[in-house]
């Protein structure tokens, strides 16, 4: 019988602790975005465990008029952006991963500079008003259409592509935007899972900037509408920057387990993501991070 050491013993509890401050507050929230709104009020307390199951708050989640709406927005956000994130970081990424190119390292130098500094909210607020993109969806994609971090793993995984392939291809008679689509972009599935899972993430969860940039209830993501609910004491019947009916008032409902029931509906479209990518997910940044 193999024998267990006392930091395998202290490494599994610490981990099992840390599991657990995960896995608590997702109860929690599933617990009481299911329990019928007339058990909590029964109870006056939520519940880590549902004494009884209805997804009626689920239901009145789904028929809030902002809802749908801004389920679109966030969705038009998140794959737009995400497309674009890719498509510039590539392009940005590929010649800077070329030692030949002149001015690489000014380039490089450049872009990680804007990494430590930058140039603040107020100038940013003001760049986006002259380019007349407040109130537009696309105030929340092109300021941040290419992330720095991001753009650094592609290029070090660029640069662990075996330089070969693209010899071969350039004697055959390959361009350079042949030698990318052909032999690199291929190659390049798993560091594009991971930039693509970390660039829609942010795009799916951006609240700051909604908040202020978009004015229009009806251009509000849903970030933005989860952000009024939990912040409206009552949550009774309507959202007061949208001056739209929130809630009829002949639905008996519990604050507390509508709150819950949207916060899972928000987070679950990127939950249901990440199984799909999470094998590519771990190579890609374990390739693009070490390599190079």
């Not at 737009?80 to 990424?93: C, I, Q, R, S």
């Not at 986006?128 to 971090?149: D, H, M």
């Not at 793993?153 to 030698?179: M, R, T, W, Y």
């Amino acid at each position: 019988m193999k024998k267990i050491s006392f930091f395998s013993i202290i490494n599994y509890l610490f981990l099992s602790c840390a599991a657990l401050t995960v896995i608590i507050p997702f109860m929690y929230i599933i617990s009481v975005s299911v329990t019928p709104a007339n058990v909590l009020h029964e109870l006056g307390s939520f519940p880590l465990f549902p004494r009884a199951v209805s997804f009626e708050a689920y239901k009145m989640a789904l028929e809030l008029p902002q809802v749908p709406r801004a389920f679109l927005n966030s969705v038009f956000v998140t794959v737009v952006g995400t497309v674009l994130n890719l498509l510039l970081t590539v392009l940005v990424a590929y010649p800077l991963s070329k030692l030949h190119l002149k001015g690489r390292n000014f380039f490089l130098l450049f872009i990680v500079f804007t990494m430590l500094f930058g140039g603040g909210m107020i100038p940013t607020y003001l760049i986006v008003k002259s380019f007349g993109l407040i109130n537009s969806l696309w105030a929340l994609i092109v300021p941040t259409v290419i992330s720095a971090f991001n753009m650094l793993i592609v290029k070090q995984f660029f640069e662990s592509v075996p330089k070969e392939l693209e010899e071969s291809s350039v004697i055959d008679g390959a361009n350079d935007s042949q030698v990318l689509w052909n032999i690199y972009l291929p190659v390049s599935l798993p560091v594009f899972a991971a930039v693509g899972l970390f660039y829609a993430v942010s795009h799916w969860n951006e609240l700051f900037q909604s908040i202020l940039y978009i004015n229009h209830a009806n251009k509000w993501p849903l970030q933005v509408v989860l952000y009024h609910l939990l912040n409206t004491a009552t949550a009774m019947t309507n959202l007061s920057a949208a001056g739209e009916s929130f809630l009829t008032p002949d639905k008996q409902y519990h604050p507390e387990s509508l709150r819950m029931a949207l916060v899972i509906i928000v987070t679950l479209p990127m939950v249901i993501l990440y199984p799909f990518v999470q094998k590519h997910f771990v190579k890609g940044m374990l390739t693009g991070s070490i390599k190079g």
